[in-house]
């Protein structure tokens, strides 16, 4: 007989099995549907689709988008919007890092930033729409000063150079980089890179951009990717804040695949490809730039000289990140104004009467579609919170760190355009009787809420003490048993805030629930972003505050839970250190 395993070895072994067992269900559910869904719709983009009898390969697709009225003007739409946003973004969010860094505290910043992060895209386009209106506050608080006595003839919202979308994503935008930024200056001694480099003569500014920024830009190259990426590919807040015809690629698409004429279904596939093709160039042209970068830094470092000043740059893109922020709060408080309204003559700033008769009258609807928005969400981040502390479960018991190869597989669906795989997975349930249902929309909304929970949790898993479970191990507690009685006790704080966050997730997502739930499960997103092109700002405001309201919720909760059941404990409070 052979010698039995030692303890350590068959917990590694252990660990080894869970960990692959993870990772083949999460290949099986992220990679495969994804490409799964680009092979149908590349099949359907080259002429290949047999349920309306076409079998041949062809070009006639792509012939077919190409001459479609206003492609081009939607193409070079989304270049011009999605490039224009991710680089005002990353240049404010940097400006306002390199000016404020060791102003605030760690602490102070994730309040600031979390309602920001929380609001879903499309409340936030909403509001952002009510406040940039001819009829907003904006229009309201400059009418006395301007003289205008009716709203302006102005195109603030779905104007055609699309500067009402560029704004709207950088409301978002501008707080995820700023965060994933302070995340990474967490790894690098930023005080002593500005002492030397003051000690040298050298401006706060330059410091950052010669010594700081070339260390943190690897550390933040790939969540920008996901930033220019949903910049390029953007539905939900294209349709209520982007120009509306033609409008952008992403939408042209939507309505494409939308449209009664079936016959359409084979040059928007065509139209899908681009989009993924779009995406792709735009990754190049940001290594081309990241190379260029190098090596133009590397001769401004070996070439000497302080330089002019940047301090004037960084507190402009202070203020200009202020703005930002307060055009959003006041978007957030606009949906609430606005459902409460009832007689709001122009210009005042203030309904002249309010009533709950929007959030009481019988047809609303509201009810249903935030049961719908509740369940799916419970069960997506269920779901994908046990899948990622199973994955890192498995990586402690079988001894082994982070993967590369791993976390490129978490960031896949964060950088494929949703639009370019989703109607080929479309395609591909209906064929297996699954689509139409709540278990294909939460299976769709998991490919994007998985990611975000996963890196939300990594973090502060890996940098749990290793000697709580040791000393727990010591006392004869097996690996189980100290998973559910050490460190998931332990992790409570960072586990609400990445259940938080998968909530706030999956409340966003439009795009996979309309096309997986084919039209037939409606949620707080699909119905604002439907009621936002209506007349009734009333109704439009009541989906868009419970969209926003349901992960501020669960955001509080994250917080006030551990507050409460740590509160004797000071260092399991949230904001101390793991």
């Known amino acids: ?26 290949a099986a559910g992220l990679v495969l549907p994804i490409a799964a869904g680009f092979l149908q719709t590349a099949r359907a983009g080259f002429g290949v689709l047999p349920a309306i009898g076409a079998t041949d390969p062809s070009f006639a697709p792509f012939a077919e988008l190409l001459g479609l009225p206003g492609f081009a003007t939607a193409l070079r739409l989304t270049l011009v919007t999605g490039l224009c946003a991710t680089a005002l973004s990353v240049a404010l969010a940097v400006g306002v890092c390199a000016a404020m860094h060791g102003r605030m505290t760690p602490r102070a910043s994730g309040r600031l930033l979390t309602p920001f992060l929380a609001a879903p895209h499309a409340a936030m386009a909403i509001g952002l729409a009510f406040l940039l209106s001819p009829s907003g506050w904006i229009a309201r608080a400059l009418a006395p000063l301007a003289g205008w006595d009716r709203p302006p003839m102005l195109a603030s919202v779905n104007d055609p150079a699309g500067l009402a979308l560029i704004l709207g994503l950088m409301v978002k935008e501008v707080p995820f980089v700023l965060l994933v930024i302070l995340s990474a200056l967490s790894q690098i001694p930023v005080r002593r890179h500005l002492a030397v480099g003051r000690s040298l003569g050298y401006g706060r500014g330059i410091v950052w951009i010669k010594v700081i920024m070339p260390q943190v830009w690897p ?113 957030m408080l606009s949906l609430l104004v606005w459902s409460l309204a009832w007689r709001w003559p122009w210009p005042g700033l203030l309904p002249e009467s309010w009533s709950l ?124 048993k100290r998973l559910f009685t050490v460190k998931l006790p332990v992790l409570l704080t960072p586990l609400l805030t990445a259940a938080a966050i998968g909530v706030a997730v999956s409340v966003a997502q439009y795009l996979p629930t309309l096309f997986m739930g084919a039209g037939r499960v409606a949620t707080l997103t699909t119905e604002a972003v439907t009621l936002s092109s209506s007349s009734d700002r009333r109704i439009t405001g009541v989906y868009a505050t419970l969209q926003a309201g349901l992960p501020f919720a669960v955001y509080g909760a994250a917080f006030l839970i551990p507050a409460l059941l740590h509160r004797n404990r000071r260092d399991l409070l949230p904001g101390a250190a793991t």
Not at 239 to 261: C, H
Not at 392 to 421: K, M, S, T
Not at 426 to 431: D, E, H, S
Not at 463 to 476: C, E, K, M, N
């Open 219 to 331: 550390l933040i190259r790939l969540p920008v990717m996901v930033v220019l990426a949903y910049s390029l590919s953007v539905v939900d807040m294209a349709l209520i804040l982007g120009p509306s015809n033609p409008p952008t690629l992403a939408v042209l698409l939507l309505r494409m695949f939308s449209a009664p004429d079936i016959a359409l279904l084979m040059p928007a596939s065509a139209g899908a490809l681009v989009q993924a093709a779009l995406v792709a160039l735009a990754f190049g042209l940001l290594f081309a730039l990241d190379r260029a970068g190098r090596a133009v830094g590397r001769w401004w470092v070996r070439r000497g000289g302080r330089g002019l000043s940047a301090e004037p740059g960084l507190w402009i893109a202070t203020a200009l990140s202020g703005l930002l922020f307060a055009a959003g709060a006041l978007a």
């Open 357 to 480: 008769k929007a959030w009481t009258a019988p047809g609303s609807g509201w009810a249903a579609a935030l049961g719908n928005t509740l369940l799916l969400a419970a069960a997506t981040t269920a779901l994908c919170l046990v899948l990622a502390i199973a994955w890192l479960e498995g990586e402690d018991r079988a001894r082994r760190g982070r993967a590369g190869w791993a976390e490129a597989l978490v960031y896949l669906p964060l950088l494929v355009p949703q639009i370019g795989f989703l109607f080929g997975l479309n395609v591909l349930f209906l064929r297996l009787g699954l689509s139409g249902g709540y278990l294909a929309v939460i299976w769709a909304h998991a490919l994007f809420v998985f990611p975000y929970v996963m890196i939300a949790l990594s973090d502060p898993w890996r940098s749990l003490d290793p000697r709580l479970p040791r000393a727990a191990a010591s006392l004869g507690a097996g690996p189980w």
């Open 1 to 26: 007989m052979g010698a039995a395993l030692h303890p350590v070895n068959a917990r590694a072994q252990d660990g080894r099995l869970l960990r692959a067992a993870v990772l083949v269900t999460v």
